[in-house]
């Protein structure tokens, strides 16, 4: 009986020590513990800070899917939490293998691509439509231009993109990672162009062939490493964040084989700030598997020799509000989805989106466009200004 006083004294003497220890460091990011602001964290269990110490930041998503700690606004805690770095001074023994993995092994080869596809982007297109635009784009909109409205911001975003291109009537264009197909449909209806896109979503394709069966497009499900042909441009929106850092150079060469001589190419992708540093272990089990989001550095490895930068545009800020209305969409949508997600799934989804918006928020990761040639554009590139985005495009006569 002695002997398990002791071992109780001790654990609750080290689940205290941990409890201090933590909200030492929240409180280095302005987060009180049971305090009533929007980036207060609320703690429900008596040892969420064992867990979290001992687990890092999958130690948080977890306990907050299975209710141990909530926060007025997700979203605000993340922002500060991240604008901090706390989550660069939480870093458990037990995460070196997933960075190891991270930095050793390709975890996206031609047969570990289609995980993502299956586990995610096959989640449900009824889902996806309930959360998305009017147009199923799953990537950052565009609000600088005044938009107002989600499908505002992300028809914006298509412009823009099919400005950047230089875009006209015959010529072909190669989506890698298409997804539903909103760029290529709103290429087509608005610049009269042709569309291949490839996507590792089974779902994707199915219902974005039907969406556009009147159009001259195609969609293929296809690993981007496969394509064959040559085309006037390409573009890839929101698909480089899962082509990992071992094949980033091979990813480019791909790019680089199917782009005509004189073509433009536009690739849209998250990135992030540190080079070395290795996807949220969270976001890889739960989420997005075998993602990886590139560095600057990274990116001018991998086309090194390969294309010349002609622009490159960073509007991050713009994809906290793209989540913040997909988060609003999703709750709004919830109820019909309830009895068969489930509450763990409605907890994990709310922590996906709103603390992708704090990371944003806190500019720790960034969205870039990259305008990319081969040979150079002669004369220089002239980046379209102003970016008239908000449904001035006139389909071609």
């Known amino acids: 009986m002695e002997t398990d006083t002791k071992v109780h004294t001790a654990q609750t003497s080290a689940t205290s020590k941990m409890y201090t220890l933590m909200e030492e460091l929240l409180e280095s990011a302005d987060i009180r513990i049971n305090g009533d602001r929007d980036q207060d964290m609320q703690i429900h269990h008596p040892k969420l800070a064992d867990r979290v110490f001992a687990m890092g930041n999958i130690g948080l998503g977890e306990a907050y899917m299975d209710g141990q700690w909530d926060a007025n606004r997700l979203d605000a805690f993340f922002t500060h939490l991240l604008a901090a770095r706390l989550d660069q001074k939480v870093k458990p023994l037990r995460l070196i293998f997933h960075a190891l993995r991270t930095r050793l092994l390709n975890r996206q080869t031609l047969k570990r691509a289609w995980t993502v596809g299956q586990v995610h982007y096959d989640l449900g297109n009824d889902f996806y439509a309930a959360m998305l635009d009017k147009r199923m784009t799953y990537t950052c909109g565009f609000w600088s231009d005044g938009a107002q409205t989600l499908d505002a911001a992300q028809e914006a975003k298509l412009d823009m993109i099919c400005q950047k291109l230089g875009l006209e009537p015959g010529m072909r264009l190669l989506d890698i990672g298409c997804g539903w197909g909103s760029l290529m449909g709103f290429a087509a209806e608005r610049y009269g162009v042709k569309c291949t896109g490839v996507t590792v979503s089974k779902e994707q394709a199915v219902w974005a062939a039907e969406r556009y069966k009147g159009l001259d497009l195609e969609f293929k499900l296809q690993d981007y490493r496969t394509v064959e042909g040559k085309f006037d441009r390409i573009a890839s929106v929101g698909m480089f964040e899962h082509v990992g850092r071992k094949n980033f150079r091979q990813y480019m ?11 433009l190419f536009l690739l849209h992708t998250i990135g992030k700030n540190l080079r070395d540093s290795v996807p949220d272990p969270w ?11 590139p560095s600057l550095g990274q990116l001018g490895d991998a086309y090194d020799d390969l294309f010349i930068v002609e622009d490159m545009h960073n509007f991050g800020a713009d994809y906290d509000k793209t989540l913040m209305a997909w988060h609003k969409n999703f709750e709004n949508a919830w109820p019909r989805f309830k009895d068969q997600l489930g509450e763990r799934f409605y907890r994990m989804w709310r922590y996906y989106l709103l603390s992708c918006a704090g990371a944003f928020r806190a500019r720790d990761i960034q969205l870039w466009q990259w305008v990319l040639s081969k040979e150079g554009v002669r004369g220089g590139y002239q980046r379209p200004y102003p970016l008239h985005t908000t449904g001035h495009a006139q389909k071609p006569s």
Request: charged content about 25%; some cysteine; aromatic content about 10%.
């Open 253 to 263: 060469i791909t790019a680089h084989r199917c782009l005509a001589d004189g073509g």
């Open 283 to 293: 976001v890889d089990k739960y989420i997005f598997p075998n993602g990886d989001l």
